[in-house]
């Protein structure tokens, strides 16, 4: 007698402590929906801005503020070559100009004294067809001086190499009083400013790659780094027979670096499938399985079979039907369980 009604007892409390369940956990209805398959590829962050300095005139190399992985800021003095030369052919050029100019003034002199002489009758045509011709070579002389100025300040400001970019310095090509001429390299870096992701795709989901124009760009840590503009290289790797796809960072914060290795996930195939949250499936060692609520609305934890992983959501092979109410929180479910039969 008293062991029926221990059992009435602990079969009360173990319909209360499911009534309980119940009531404390949120369950939702199994419903197919669009899977998206993807293919995992490996990318590569690099810099948009990236550059080799060159020297775009003579000299020797005087000043050298930056070395390798200094930062520098646009605008700023990264290399000084002697400008002894370049200077004395500006002086020259501004001497020939300042004659020219004097010439020109003289000129026009004569050629208007000319010209009034022949408007009463005293000059001659030739006279004033000569004065008319030395005019318009004064003119000529002077633009050439003009020009050989422009050129001569140019090359000395060719002189000073100023950070076409904020950026860092990767690579220092010459060293304090070596020689240059023009187009030897002098400093190379790149900006962290604007970035980009750089994913190598096999041939065979090449064209569905490009025609989708979707991929999603993640790290280690889970994190989905937003992406702007993607360009396909119109052709194949020769010797990987992979096509090129170059993605835009939009938000660069200052932890990602080029030459860093990302996730790029490229859609390859989408279907219909039985999807979960994956905060609804229970795991305890090997099993893998969700707390369903049977025909007398009570919980059974039962074993399923999971495929792909998207999105937060699970795809699920076996186990379960559409429209069966699973267990939002499964682990409030089993540590309920637990607990009443702890007691």
């Known amino acids: 007698m008293t062991r029926q009604k221990n059992l009435r007892f ?32 490996d990318g590569v962050i690099e810099a948009v801005q990236q550059s080799t300095v060159s020297a775009q ?84 002389r ?31 090509h010459v060293e304090m ?15 962290l400013e604007e970035l980009r992701v750089v994913v190598s795709i096999p041939q065979q989901f090449a064209e569905l790659a490009r025609r989708e124009r ?29 096509f090129r796809l170059r993605m835009e960072l939009e938000e660069p914060d200052g932890t990602l670096f080029p030459g860093m290795l990302v996730r790029v996930g490229v859609p390859v195939s989408e279907r219909s499938a039985l999807l979960i949250p994956e905060s609804a499936l229970f795991r305890r060692g090997e099993l893998r399985a969700v707390y369903v609520l049977d025909a007398k609305e009570q919980p059974r934890l039962r074993q399923v079979r999971i495929g792909s992983r998207v999105d937060g959501h699970l795809e699920v092979l076996a186990g379960l039907e559409e429209g069966e109410r699973i267990a939002a929180d499964p682990r409030r479910v089993f540590a309920q369980a637990a607990g009443g039969r702890d007691s």
């Open 10 to 41: 602990f079969l009360a409390g173990i319909g209360l402590l499911l009534a309980t369940s119940l009531q404390a956990t949120d369950w939702i209805t199994v419903e197919r929906g669009p899977l998206v398959e993807q293919l995992r590829l």
């Open 57 to 140: 005139t003579s000299g020797a190399v005087v000043e050298l503020p930056f070395d390798v992985d200094d930062v520098v800021d646009a605008g700023v003095l990264i290399a000084r070559l002697d400008d002894s030369e370049q200077r004395a052919r500006f002086n020259q050029a501004g001497a020939d100009q300042a004659e020219a100019e004097s010439g020109l003034d003289d000129a026009r002199r004569q050629f208007e004294r000319i010209e009034s002489l022949h408007e009463r009758g005293v000059a001659t045509q030739a006279e004033f067809d000569n004065a008319r011709n030395a005019l318009v070579s004064a003119r000529a």
């Open 142 to 172: 002077l633009s050439r001086a003009e020009a050989a100025v422009a050129e001569a300040t140019e090359q000395l400001e060719y002189t000073r190499i100023n950070a076409p970019y904020s950026g860092i310095v990767t690579a220092r």
């Open 177 to 191: 009083g070596e020689a240059v001429a023009p187009g030897t390299p002098l400093l190379s870096g790149f900006s």
């Open 214 to 242: 979707r991929a999603e760009v993640s790290l280690d840590d889970g994190r989905v780094l937003p992406t702007g503009r993607m360009t396909f290289f119109p052709y194949a790797d020769p010797a990987t027979h992979t």
